[in-house]
């Protein structure tokens, strides 16, 4: 059995060999993994707001945001500072504990970042996590938001090194661990993942967990994303990825990065009941709760709730939270369906 030892000196040929071992012995290996580190019947709960949508000068392929893409997206200018804490608030009513912050830019300008950090500070006033992710950042904005009180930031490695030409041109992969590099040296946590179907290899997969995992310190938080196909994105044709490569991609990471929570995040709307219960099996322990991840479906927070309970399963505690309070959320949905579309992709 592999014990829960944090390594940073992973090679491609082990991260194979995990990932090709009889499919019941990986998901028994990961879910042992996962029980020496984590509650196995809790799951963290996240909300993410998009607080500025669209337009971005960035060239992902897979990002309806993408100003290079004729996607129909209706672009949105910063929201106020007011109605993010509106949303901070009705988030926390319904049982998150962090909630998350993201804007459609390439790094965030100076004219901004007040406002930014003024977002920070209010969340944080309610007691709730913070994380944003905002592009990239240089040493002294990580700093700033630090000092605003930001607890997590959100930057995705998104592919394998390898791979990573084929999905995004506008920025590179050393721009990605630069970032990542500053916000460790501004004190804060690193939420990092990828997302694979994107007409990667195995290998690309491979390569991905790979790098997060050798990183000076692993992610915190390790974001797992399925494709979502948007029609007038370059990768909107790409073929499926097999549903069982996907439970072995989020086994594989519980066992590489043992200490961090990792997010079944975009791509759950394809994925039944059956599927999603494998991933917490193999070591899911965190997802993001909404209706609506930017302009792509989530599985609505009523039904994520009657999920878990089928699963005698619960959000995660934390801080001044009590389980009445997750109890009574058992059966609420995360918002109204007039913010349904405030919510921002799971990236």
Known sequence: MQHAIVRHDWTLSQVKELFEQPFNDLL????????????????????????????????CKYCPQSGHYKTDLERE??????????????????GATRFCMGAAW?????????????MVKGVKELGLETCMTLGM???????ALKSAGLDYYNHNL???????????????????LDTIDHVRDAGMKVCSGGIVGMGEEAKDRFGLLMSLAN??????????????KVKGTPLENVDDLDHFEFIRTIAVARIMMPKSYVRLSAGRTAMNEQMQSMCFFAGANSIFYGDKLLTTENPEADADMQLLKKLGMKPETHQDYSDEAYEASLSSAIADKETAGLFYEAR
Do not use: W
């Open 28 to 59: 028994f290996q990961a879910a042992s993994v996962h029980r020496q580190n984590f509650k196995p019947n809790e799951v963290q709960i996240s909300t993410l707001l998009s607080i500025k949508t669209g337009a971005c000068p960035e060239d």
């Open 77 to 94: 200018r910063l929201m106020e500072v007011e109605k993010v804490i509106e949303q901070a608030k009705l988030a926390k009513d319904k």
């Open 106 to 118: 390439s790094d965030p300008k100076d004219r901004d970042m007040p406002y930014i950090e003024q």
């Open 137 to 143: 950042l240089d040493n002294h904005k990580a700093h």
């Open 158 to 176: 998104d592919t394998s090194a390898e791979y990573y030409e084929q999905i995004i041109t506008t920025r590179t992969y050393q721009d990605r």
């Open 215 to 228: 990183l000076p310190q692993q992610p915190e938080s390790v974001p797992i994303n399925m494709l979502v």
